[in-house]
């Protein structure tokens, strides 16, 4: 049985709300088993929107990181495949099953780029719109492990997690490492209007220096680990991306090295 592991924001009235709903209606959908695990910080009326499905709802104090959200679902369910994933995705019908078939034959998963569709300009397009990943799933061979590593260099808030996340999976895997599932089951995602884009850029960008400063002690043990800061990197570590698609990825993490090299000259 696959875990979902989440954090729902308060339902309050509004649209915020339909873009939730629209990700458990998804959850409702699925075609295999699965277990919805929530973990709250305090926020409201949440129990009664999960009405219907398998779920279990932890309140837990601190403030919200989604190293929390992901640790504590490993410790409730330490033998299973666990996604932890944005309630912003809509998921399609068959998403658990193939990730609980993909998952025995790799150790962590995605589906990258967003509801892509069409030309390559169109997907490549979809790509600079969406760099970021919502969803990244973990077999149960390396959970443990991931939750050591989560709990060691934990997150606040968002900036840095699908890096934190990917690089974590991918030191703790074996030889089977990550996979995209794009080309199987595509996710859609919406943009959530809880906070007006300059803020919400501004709250990101703060965030992602906090958790940089959390992580530094993983990155001066490991100089070259430095490389995972680029989410162009992050993205280049699953299996079964489309060519197009990873050469421009690479393309964007040369210009990232040079640009780099450049400021400090």
């Not at 099953?97 to 998952?103: H, I, P, S």
């Not at 979809?126 to 760099?131: H, K, T």
């Not at 943009?191 to 992580?215: G, I, M, S, V, Y």
């Not at 079964?240 to 964007?252: K, Y």
Request: net charge positive.
């Amino acid at each position: 049985m696959l875990v979902f592991a989440c954090s729902f924001r308060s339902f309050l009235g509004g649209s915020n709300d339909a873009i939730q709903r629209a990700f458990i209606d998804s959850l409702r959908n699925q075609s295999s088993p699965y277990h919805l695990i929530a973990v709250q910080f305090g926020e409201s009326n949440v129990e009664c929107e999960l009405k219907g499905i398998r779920h279990s709802l932890v309140n837990i104090d601190g403030p919200w990181g989604h190293s929390k959200v992901l640790s504590t679902a490993i410790s409730i369910f330490p033998n299973h495949n666990i996604v932890h994933t944005s309630v912003d995705v809509v998921l399609p019908e068959e998403f658990s099953r193939v990730v609980g078939e993909v998952l025995v034959d790799y150790d962590f998963c995605t589906s990258w780029p967003y509801s892509t569709q069409g030309s390559i300009e169109s997907k490549l397009s979809m790509a600079r719109n969406s760099l970021c990943l919502d969803l990244i799933g973990f077999s149960s061979r390396i959970t443990g492990k991931v939750q050591n590593l989560a709990n060691s260099y934990p997150n606040i808030g968002w900036g840095l997690t699908e890096h934190l996340f990917v690089n974590f999976a991918f030191y703790s895997a074996g030889k089977k490492k990550g996979v995209n599932l794009n080309e199987s089951v595509q996710i859609s995602r919406h943009l959530t209007p809880h906070l007006e884009l300059d803020e919400q850029n501004f709250k990101l960008r703060d965030q992602w220096r906090k958790n940089k400063a959390r992580w530094e002690p993983w990155l001066s043990v490991y100089p070259h680990r430095r490389a995972w800061i680029s989410i162009f990197w992050v993205l280049l570590k699953f299996k079964r991306t489309p060519l197009f698609l990873r050469v421009w990825l690479f393309a964007g993490f040369v210009k990232q090295v040079i640009l780099k090299l450049m400021t400090r000259n």
